[in-house]
């Protein structure tokens, strides 16, 4: 029986050719006396945390695969600290600016759901300095500079510490995933045939499939919506700190290995 487990799992690079997805990874094969490389994927599901130990005569085959995201829409995040002269004025200084924010940015074609504030907090190193939220969603990337201009001009005295930043994002990555599943299963397979190759084994049935890391850290990739549901198994791929524009997938697999004259 095939144990499924979900997570996530560390990067590599390659290319995968007829699809423009990346395919990467590293393997383990337990022998007793035999370990290489190699790369894979596979889907996400929701049932442990952790990563079995391996068992002899197995190869774990560790993955990723990423594509470009097509049609993403951006999400600017937009934090500020509001500073007053009390706490009752710097309330009236969110209703203020919440206001203005969404007048402006109806004139860009921005309202309802696409613009999202999160509740107020107040900053424990520095008072009764309150500390503002917003993420603003851009479904066009044309708008994108304008909806910068739009926020960034507004500059009241309140308003301090103001840090903006965006990134593009899919709207529903769960349409991501079967490309990206495949891809990786193919690879894995095609490496893991290698692996046992060299082992002077031949490689047999898949025995586990995990997204979860050794370590069990099992990261998601929702949408930019707070309903947006969210996918294991998937995360944002980035690329000395900045965000490269592309989404990535990552997985265990586990096959058997058989001797050759079983």
Do not use: H, R
């Given at each position: 029986m095939v144990k499924r487990m979900v997570g996530m799992l560390k990067t590599g690079e390659g290319r995968w050719k007829s699809r423009?997805?990346?395919?990467?990874?590293?393997?383990?094969?337990?022998?007793?006396?035999?370990?290489?490389?190699?790369?894979?994927?596979?889907?996400?599901?929701?049932?442990?945390?952790?990563?079995?130990?391996?068992e002899p005569n197995t190869?774990?085959?560790?993955?990723?695969?990423?594509?470009?995201?097509?049609?993403?829409v951006t999400d600017i995040s937009y934090s500020m600290t509001i500073t007053d002269t009390s706490v009752k004025a710097e309330m009236k200084d969110v209703t203020t600016l919440e206001q203005h924010?969404?007048?402006?940015?109806?004139?860009?074609?921005?309202?309802?759901?696409d613009i999202l504030f999160s509740p107020p907090t107040f900053s424990a190193e520095n008072g009764a300095q309150i500390v503002l939220q917003l993420?603003?969603?851009?479904?066009?990337?044309?708008?994108?500079?304008?909806?910068?201009?739009?926020?960034?001009?507004?500059?009241?005295?309140?308003?301090?510490?103001?840090?903006?930043s965006e990134q593009a994002v899919p709207l529903n990555p769960a349409t991501l995933w079967p490309a990206l599943y495949q891809a990786a299963l193919d690879n894995a397979r095609t490496q893991a045939i290698t692996l046992a190759s060299q082992a002077d084994e031949q490689l047999g049935s898949v025995i586990a499939l995990s997204t979860v890391s050794p370590n069990g850290v099992a990261p998601q990739l929702s949408g930019p919506y707070p309903s947006s549901p969210a996918v294991a198994g998937m995360q944002l791929v980035y690329t000395n700190g900045t965000q490269a524009g592309q989404v990535m997938a990552q997985l265990y697999v586990t096959y058997a290995l058989v001797a050759r004259n079983s």
């Open positions: 423009s997805i990346v395919a990467a990874g590293t393997a383990v094969l337990s022998l007793g006396m035999f370990a290489g490389t190699a790369w894979a994927m596979g889907e996400p599901e929701s049932t442990s945390s952790g990563m079995e130990v391996l190869v774990t085959v560790e993955g990723v695969a990423s594509e470009a995201i097509t049609n993403p924010v969404k007048t402006a940015l109806k004139q860009d074609g921005i309202t309802g759901d993420n603003v969603i851009v479904p066009k990337n044309g708008e994108v500079s304008n909806v910068v201009e739009s926020l960034g001009g507004y500059n009241p005295n309140f308003v301090q510490n103001n840090y903006m």
